[in-house]
């Protein structure tokens, strides 16, 4: 337990990858971790889409900085992208979805990758060719884009220190 507690203190957003590939093994221990993230009634309503194809990757970072009117790489040079889509016919399909993401960043810093929360996930696959990408992985009209999870292991930094904790994050009642 106490090794848990540390990696949730130490995990930190990534912004600067190296281009080296995720190995694998790291991948598919991050991904089943995602797996069990806690769902309403357990009914596991996202689904994860990754993308390690770099032409993929790039296009999908491109429509994304699209979307915030900059050409800047909101992916950070990240070799990997794990698309997170929500369930809206599900009652709790986008708490679901939030639950899947934080589950990938807390297993990826686990494994010793770094991964990063990108926003801005519903808007990329309203665009036509977000939505022409998303019908090309079989995704139907009731899954929406929440976010993306970019994984890859930090390149020099990459991460920050963690800023101090704010007064009054909790309250006692």
């Known amino acids: 337990m106490k090794e848990t507690l540390i990696d949730l203190k130490e995990r930190r957003s990534c912004r600067k990858y190296k281009a080296e590939q995720v190995s694998e093994e790291?991948?598919?221990?991050?991904?089943?971790?995602?797996?069990?993230?806690?769902?309403?009634?357990g009914q596991q309503s996202p689904v994860m889409v990754v993308?390690?194809?770099?032409a993929l990757v790039a296009r999908l970072s491109r429509l994304n900085a699209q979307i915030m009117n900059t050409t800047r790489d909101p992916f950070y040079g990240a070799p990997t992208a794990v698309v997170v889509f929500e369930d809206t016919s599900n009652s709790t399909g986008h708490e679901d979805a939030c639950m899947v993401m934080a589950n990938l960043l807390n297993a990826a810093h686990a494994v010793g990758l770094g991964s990063c929360w990108i926003n801005r996930g519903r808007q990329m696959f309203e665009l036509p060719e977000g939505a022409e990408i998303k019908a090309s992985w079989g995704l139907g009209s009731q899954m929406a884009g929440l976010a993306v999870c970019i994984l890859g292991y930090a390149a020099e930094g990459g991460i920050v220190e963690p800023k101090p904790r704010k007064d009054g994050y909790i309250i006692r009642a």
Do not use: C, F, K, R
């Open 26 to 41: 790291e991948l598919n221990a991050v991904l089943e971790a995602a797996t069990y993230a806690p769902t309403g009634h």
């Open 51 to 54: 993308v390690q194809d770099s």
